[in-house]
Protein backbone atom coordinates (compact mmCIF):
# COMPACT_ATOMS: atom_id res chain seq x y z
CA UNK A 1 0.00 0.00 0.00
CA UNK A 2 1.33 3.77 -1.07
CA UNK A 3 -0.09 6.37 0.75
CA UNK A 4 1.07 10.07 -0.16
CA UNK A 5 0.48 13.21 1.72
CA UNK A 6 0.23 16.54 -0.56
CA UNK A 7 1.81 18.65 2.14
CA UNK A 8 2.90 22.46 1.22
CA UNK A 9 6.33 23.10 1.29
CA UNK A 10 6.79 23.28 4.75
CA UNK A 11 4.99 21.42 7.30
CA UNK A 12 5.32 19.44 10.32
CA UNK A 13 3.89 16.18 11.09
CA UNK A 14 3.94 13.50 13.86
CA UNK A 15 5.04 10.17 12.75
CA UNK A 16 3.31 7.54 15.02
CA UNK A 17 0.03 9.11 13.38
CA UNK A 18 1.21 7.28 10.49
CA UNK A 19 2.35 3.69 11.84
CA UNK A 20 -0.34 1.05 10.01
CA UNK A 21 -0.08 -2.71 10.45
CA UNK A 22 -3.57 -2.95 9.46
CA UNK A 23 -2.68 -5.70 6.49
CA UNK A 24 0.43 -8.54 6.94
CA UNK A 25 3.82 -7.40 5.61
CA UNK A 26 4.44 -3.81 3.99
CA UNK A 27 3.15 -0.89 4.33
CA UNK A 28 4.71 2.29 2.47
CA UNK A 29 3.23 5.64 3.23
CA UNK A 30 5.17 8.96 1.20
CA UNK A 31 5.40 11.77 3.81
CA UNK A 32 7.53 14.00 1.44
CA UNK A 33 6.92 13.60 -2.50
CA UNK A 34 8.63 16.73 -3.52
CA UNK A 35 12.16 15.92 -2.92
CA UNK A 36 14.24 13.62 -4.77
CA UNK A 37 14.51 10.68 -3.09
CA UNK A 38 11.19 10.87 -1.62
CA UNK A 39 10.70 10.43 2.12
CA UNK A 40 8.39 7.53 3.00
CA UNK A 41 7.63 5.71 6.80
CA UNK A 42 7.34 1.96 6.04
CA UNK A 43 5.76 -0.39 8.48
CA UNK A 44 6.26 -4.15 8.51
CA UNK A 45 4.32 -6.33 10.41
CA UNK A 46 5.90 -8.80 12.67
CA UNK A 47 7.53 -11.64 10.92
CA UNK A 48 7.95 -9.93 7.48
CA UNK A 49 11.25 -10.37 6.03
CA UNK A 50 12.71 -8.07 3.17
CA UNK A 51 14.89 -10.47 1.36
CA UNK A 52 18.30 -9.29 0.16
CA UNK A 53 18.40 -6.31 -2.00
CA UNK A 54 20.58 -3.22 -3.36
CA UNK A 55 19.25 0.50 -4.05
CA UNK A 56 20.69 2.32 -6.56
CA UNK A 57 20.86 5.31 -4.43
CA UNK A 58 22.22 6.27 -1.12
CA UNK A 59 19.40 5.39 1.71
CA UNK A 60 19.38 6.28 5.57
CA UNK A 61 17.13 4.48 7.44
CA UNK A 62 15.78 5.39 11.14
CA UNK A 63 13.70 3.36 13.47
CA UNK A 64 10.61 4.91 15.19
CA UNK A 65 9.43 1.95 16.79
CA UNK A 66 9.40 -1.85 17.00
CA UNK A 67 12.58 -4.13 16.70
CA UNK A 68 13.86 -6.30 13.90
CA UNK A 69 17.38 -7.19 12.50
CA UNK A 70 18.78 -5.17 9.49
CA UNK A 71 21.83 -7.34 7.14
CA UNK A 72 24.43 -4.95 5.91
CA UNK A 73 26.37 -6.68 3.42
CA UNK A 74 26.42 -10.23 6.03
CA UNK A 75 26.72 -7.74 9.49
CA UNK A 76 23.36 -7.31 11.80
CA UNK A 77 22.05 -4.81 13.35
CA UNK A 78 19.74 -4.63 15.45
CA UNK A 79 16.73 -2.10 14.68
CA UNK A 80 15.48 -0.32 17.53
CA UNK A 81 13.61 3.00 18.36
CA UNK A 82 16.21 5.64 17.84
CA UNK A 83 18.50 3.77 15.40
CA UNK A 84 20.11 5.14 12.45
CA UNK A 85 21.30 3.25 9.54
CA UNK A 86 23.12 4.66 6.51
CA UNK A 87 24.25 3.06 3.51
CA UNK A 88 25.87 4.09 -0.45
CA UNK A 89 24.21 3.27 -3.41
CA UNK A 90 24.00 -0.59 -4.26
CA UNK A 91 24.78 -1.39 -0.83
CA UNK A 92 23.30 -5.59 -0.41
CA UNK A 93 20.88 -5.55 2.90
CA UNK A 94 17.81 -7.25 4.28
CA UNK A 95 15.55 -6.41 6.73
CA UNK A 96 13.47 -8.91 9.27
CA UNK A 97 11.15 -7.54 11.35
CA UNK A 98 10.91 -9.51 14.98
CA UNK A 99 7.82 -7.07 16.26
CA UNK A 100 5.73 -4.47 14.35
CA UNK A 101 8.54 -2.01 12.79
CA UNK A 102 8.20 1.49 11.45
CA UNK A 103 11.08 3.11 9.98
CA UNK A 104 11.79 6.41 8.28
CA UNK A 105 12.87 5.48 4.10
CA UNK A 106 15.48 8.71 3.74
Known sequence: M???STHSPSFSTQLKEWID????GVTRKTIVKDTQPAIAL???TAGTELAEHTAPRTV???????????????REIVME????IHMLPN????VRAEENLAFLHL
Open 42 to 44: LCL
Open 60 to 74: SLVVIEGRGTFTLEG
Open 91 to 94: TRHA
Open 81 to 84: PGVL
Open 21 to 24: YSKP
Open 2 to 4: VTT
